[in-house]
């Protein structure tokens, strides 16, 4: 039988479990890792995974032989701020004279001055600066991603960066999961009429329902931004109009955003790092799948991380993700967050691995088509230029990925060092 594509010579195959949900607690901690691997690919998808014994009698158009180093599934990245204007490069002055984030963003900076960007960029221009990003976040093995808008606050500007995530979507290969995420933040025109702009925001969410612009809706839930009670408002009008809930919830004070996102059924409650041990405790029995962003910790010069270990220990979902922003986390590289689980929020790697991978896809409902390899699955896999799955997140700052694909097609490869 003639392959299109047959991968042999693995050393390590990484495929976490698919069980058609997240995998939660103690199923976090289990991993199959197929050693001396091969598997096949034809028109796209996996049509054979099996021993590299096996495989040398096949026969396939193309053989790559991946030098008994690691092969992972794509990773997934479920949660990026990717479109936006401008630089905050400025504020980091601030940071380092500890000013906090969310006082940079009251005197008008932070986020709205992305929003301003934003706002002043043409769609053509906001489109190239975002596939710049999605560019180098390919290089470094991420093959699907979720990506906000957020960063226009009215409706022409949401919508542009929506639109941009479109274009993306049809010029890439890879997979980009939309997410609203309107209630970014209150621009100054609204001070003291928040609840209006709610209303605005949530006069939104059938347009872009109708012009098919975004999966899911987001809103920052946060002391200084919206209430657990505006979140709640904006996050049941957005299940009535048919959205995936997502939420930015307990980044900074405890407002309780886990709890809420239990109880709607959300498909993500992101940060978390003030979650208390209610709200672990429900997210513990539901279905939504905790996102944690240990770069935008670091970034921030925070202390405290989100409660990983207690988390899986209480039973909980628990996927990783850049938080790829401008302003409280500025890196496109998945694997330095695998390094930051391990160091900082104590994950194991088996559980990390099958955080940027399969619970990453089920938090943006890609469960079924991407984090895990299998017959019959697309052919989104990463080569790594390492000899066993726990060496990246243990060798941080860097990229490991020697080669990309997507449905069985090379995107991105590392270019060889120059002969002398
Ligand atoms: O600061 C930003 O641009 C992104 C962000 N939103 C909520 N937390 C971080
Ligand atoms: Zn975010």
Redesign the pocket.
């Given at each position: 039988m003639d392959f299109d594509l047959l991968v042999h010579n693995i050393g390590q195959l990484i495929l976490p479990a698919y069980t058609g949900k997240s995998l939660k607690g103690e199923e976090m901690k289990q991993l199959t890792v197929k050693e001396s691997a091969a598997f096949a690919v034809s028109d796209g998808k996996v049509t054979w995974i099996g021993s590299d014994a096996e495989a040398k009698s096949f026969n396939a158009k193309v053989k790559l032989d991946a030098e008994e180093k690691v092969v992972s599934p794509g990773l997934v990245d479920p949660h990026t701020?990717l479109v936006?204007g401008g630089t905050?490069e400025h504020e980091l002055a601030l940071k380092q004279e500890g000013v906090p984030?969310l006082e940079i963003?009251a005197r008008g900076g932070?986020?709205l001055s992305?929003v301003e960007a934003t706002k002043n960029a043409t769609l053509q221009e906001l489109f190239d600066k975002a596939s710049f990003h999605l560019e180098r976040m390919v290089s470094h093995g991420t093959t699907t991603i979720e990506a906000k808008s957020?960063?226009g606050l009215e409706r022409e500007t949401e919508l542009k960066q929506l639109r941009v995530v479109k274009q993306l979507n049809e010029k890439y290969p890879v997979s980009i999961v939309s997410t609203f995420l309107g209630p970014?933040a209150i621009p100054p025109s609204y001070n003291g009429k928040e609840n209006e702009f709610l209303q605005d925001m949530m006069g939104l969410l059938e347009e872009i329902k109708e012009k098919n612009l975004a999966d899911f809706a987001d809103i920052?839930c946060?002391t200084g931004v919206f209430s657990i009670e505006q979140s709640r408002l904006f996050l049941q009008r957005a299940k009535e109009n048919g959205f995936g809930l997502k939420i930015?919830a307990d980044?900074i004070d405890p407002l309780g955003g886990a709890e809420l996102a239990s109880s709607l059924g959300a498909a993500s409650a992101d940060?978390l790092v003030a979650a208390s041990d209610e709200g672990i405790r429900m997210l513990s029995e539901s279905e939504t799948v905790a996102v944690l962003l240990p770069g935008?910790t670091f970034y921030l010069g925070k202390e405290h991380y989100a409660r990983a270990r207690k988390m899986i220990d209480d039973g909980a979902a628990v996927a990783l993700a850049t938080?790829f922003?401008?302003?409280?986390?500025v890196t496109e590289n998945l694997q330095l967050i695998m390094s930051l689980a391990a160091l900082k929020l104590k994950m194991t790697s088996e559980e990390i691995w099958n955080a940027v991978t399969i619970n990453a896809a089920h938090a943006i409902g890609k469960g079924e088509l991407a984090g895990t390899l299998d017959v019959g699955r697309q052919a989104d896999f990463v080569v790594w230029d390492v000899q066993n799955y726990k060496y990246i997140p243990y060798h941080y700052g860097v990229n490991h990925a020697k080669s990309v694909y997507v449905s069985g097609q090379i995107i991105w490869e590392r270019m060889p060092f120059g002969k002398f």
């Open positions: 701020h936006f905050r984030y963003l932070g986020i992305t957020g960063y970014h920052f946060e930015h980044e940060h935008t938080d922003n401008p302003g409280s986390c």
